[in-house]
T-cell receptor
Framework: EAQVTQNPRYLITVTGKKLTVTCSQNMNHEYMSWYRQDPGLGLRQIYYSMNVEVTDKGDVPEGYKVSRKEKRNFPLILESPSPNQTSLYFC??????????????FGPGTRLTVL | SQQGEEDPQALSIQEGENATMNCSYKTSINNLQWYRQNSGRGLVHLILIRSNEREKHSGRLRVTLDTSKKSSSLLITASRAADTASYFCATKTGGSYIPTFGRGTSLIVHP
């Protein structure tokens, strides 16, 4: 089954304790991205990747890191989480179509609480 | 930067009625997509309309695009309680790799 998976689905942690949220897709998609969703703000882009070893900042990259060492995986790293990073996080992937017309496939979300 | 903005923010209707939500955006786009999100779950792609298209249908969904007004509408006909969800428009410009989402419209369909 074609899907995007994220782990963990729920995480409660404390300020300053490094964490990684994993994202994996099995559709051989070139593009992958991370969003955070907050009430009243919709989805905001954190980082995206066009292919292996190619990443770029989205609209709200501060406090986050990413890496793309393999095509299928795109982990989100919070080196020193803070309470303002409490949010619902989504990973998404998309095929490179050449025309730019392609739907995004979303993971189920990771609900992060930083105390 | 949020390109698309949905309107209304919230919509409450009875089962069987039609639901219309709108999306306005600021700059020229390559395509516009609509997604649905059930509470706390991942987004699901509904329909994509390209900048050179004016209308598309998919089942009970009808999407229109007016590039002169920089706006799109999503119409759900004969709504069902299962249509209760948040609906987002996402716009993609020619220079971007991934689309930008609006804040969404929360739709409640009462049985």
């Amino acid at each position: 089954e074609a899907q995007v998976t994220q782990n963990p689905r729920y995480l409660i942690t404390v300020t300053g304790k490094k964490l990684t949220v994993t994202c994996s897709q099995n559709m051989n998609h070139e593009y992958m991205s991370w969003y955070r969703q907050d009430p009243g703000l919709g989805l905001r882009q954190i980082y995206y990747s066009m292919n292996v070893e190619v990443t770029d900042k989205g609209d709200v990259p501060e406090g986050y890191k990413v890496s793309r060492k393999e095509k299928r995986n795109f982990p989100l790293i919070l080196e020193s989480p803070s309470p303002n990073q409490t949010s619902l996080y989504f990973c998404a992937s998309r095929r490179s179509t050449g025309t730019g017309h392609g739907e995004q496939f979303f993971g189920p979300g990771t609900r992060l609480t930083v105390l | 930067s949020q390109q698309g903005e949905e309107d209304p923010q919230a919509l409450s209707i009875q089962e069987g009625e039609n639901a219309t939500m709108n999306c306005s955006y600021k700059t020229s786009i390559n395509n516009l997509q609509w997604y649905r999100q059930n509470s706390g779950r991942g987004l699901v792609h509904l329909i994509l309309i390209r900048s050179n298209e004016r209308e598309k249908h998919s089942g009970r969904l009808r999407v229109t695009l007016d590039t002169s007004k920089k706006s799109s509408s999503l119409l759900i006909t004969a709504s069902r309680a299962a249509d209760t969800a948040s609906y987002f428009c996402a716009t993609k410009t020619g220079g971007s790799y991934i689309p930008t989402f609006g804040r969404g419209t929360s739709l409640i369909v009462h049985p």
